[in-house]
């Protein structure tokens, strides 16, 4: 028998060297046979999920993991649709082994508030590599995430936003708007009711609580006064606000009744979101959670299940245990 030709492996029409391990450079194991080599023609899918503060990206062939990369989400425009798919672009390449190309693309952007604005950034990434591709909200990676067809998809980390879909498939999202008007339940969100309730006890005459003190503590200031002025000295008010989030939980715990309030409140307003999805027609029966917020203070998810099961007792809420980029990479593997 002759020698063996060693071929590469072909992604979304391209030709791919061999890499050196004896797996194709997107990490599809080559076959050798007495005929010669024979190629895997498994396709490239690629997640992503570009969030407020970091981006994750996964790459499958089959199910075989290809890359799995994870970088800041500095530079994310989400409302320049022909820069958001740059953007995109730029990380796949960086992303993927050299010359790989993938078949399919899906994204859940941070700040792809309308289906008007997924669609144009879809469009663009569409034309930039000529396969299939999908631009959702990030909140919308949740159910596919949890290995749900249909469900809500509520995060609370920075900010705080829920979607979902009616039955022939349109999405709806609720909440968000930012944190100096919305967000409940979010950390900036959660700072600014704390800092009204700490004004509102001001101007009752009481003295600061737990809440008050910490909050003073962690603006540098000296009263209660000037913590107007330290909020509105922020520059990026989400990140900065959002920040002081945990000067809350701790005065919860130190047993300052306006934190305990601050936090049921919150609670409330995330289940007031699932409500809202319900009235429009969406199927809430699970609620898929996520969020550094909600997920990592046990009080503030225990407010918002108690808080549901009074106002839409039919809902399940659950946790996001898998990553959100999976999600990504669900939709991803459906468009193909």
Excluded at 43 to 56: A, E, F, W, Y
Excluded at 181 to 202: F, I, K, N, P, Q
Excluded at 256 to 266: F, G, M, N, Q
Aim: aromatic share 4%.
């Amino acid at each position: 028998m002759g020698p063996s030709v060693v071929c590469g492996a072909v992604v979304a029409g391209r030709a791919v060297p061999r890499a050196p391990s004896g797996r194709s450079r997107t990490g599809v194991v080559q076959r050798n046979d007495e005929r010669g080599s024979v190629q895997d023609f498994t396709p490239l899918v690629v997640g992503i999920d570009v969030g407020g503060t970091k981006t994750h990206l996964r790459a499958y062939a089959g199910t075989e993991l290809v890359a799995d990369h994870v970088r800041t989400s500095s530079g994310w425009r989400p409302h320049d649709p022909l820069a958001a798919a740059r953007w995109l672009a730029a990380l796949v390449a960086e992303a993927l082994p050299q010359g790989a190309r993938p078949a399919a693309v899906a994204v859940g952007g941070h700040a792809c508030e309308t289906p008007r604005q997924c669609a144009e950034i879809r469009t663009a990434l569409h034309e930039h590599f000529g396969a299939p591709a999908l631009v959702v909200g990030d909140a919308e990676l949740l159910v596919p995430a949890a290995g749900l067809d249909k469900g809500v998809g509520l995060v609370a980390g920075t900010g705080s936003v829920a979607v979902g879909r009616l039955a022939e498939g349109t999405s709806v999202q609720v909440g968000g708007w930012g944190a100096v008007l919305g967000d409940e339940g979010g950390a900036a969100g959660l700072v600014r009711e704390a800092a009204r309730a700490a004004w509102a006890a001001h101007d009752r005459g009481e003295e600061p609580d737990a809440l008050a003190r910490g909050l003073l503590a962690s603006f540098d200031v000296s009263e209660v006064p000037a913590l107007g002025a330290a909020l509105e000295s922020a520059t990026d008010v989400s990140a900065q606000w959002g920040r002081h989030a945990p000067v809350v939980f701790a005065a919860a715990e130190a047993g300052s009744p306006l934190a305990r309030a601050v936090i049921t409140e919150a609670g409330r307003a995330l289940a007031t979101l699932v409500e809202r999805l319900a009235a429009r027609g969406v199927v809430v029966d699970d609620v898929v959670v996520a969020g550094s917020t909600v997920l990592a203070q046990a009080s503030l998810y225990g407010a918002f299940a108690t808080a549901l099961a009074r106002s839409v007792p039919g809902a399940r809420p659950q946790p996001l245990r898998a990553p959100p980029v999976e999600g990504a990479v669900a939709l991803a593997r459906s468009i193909r």
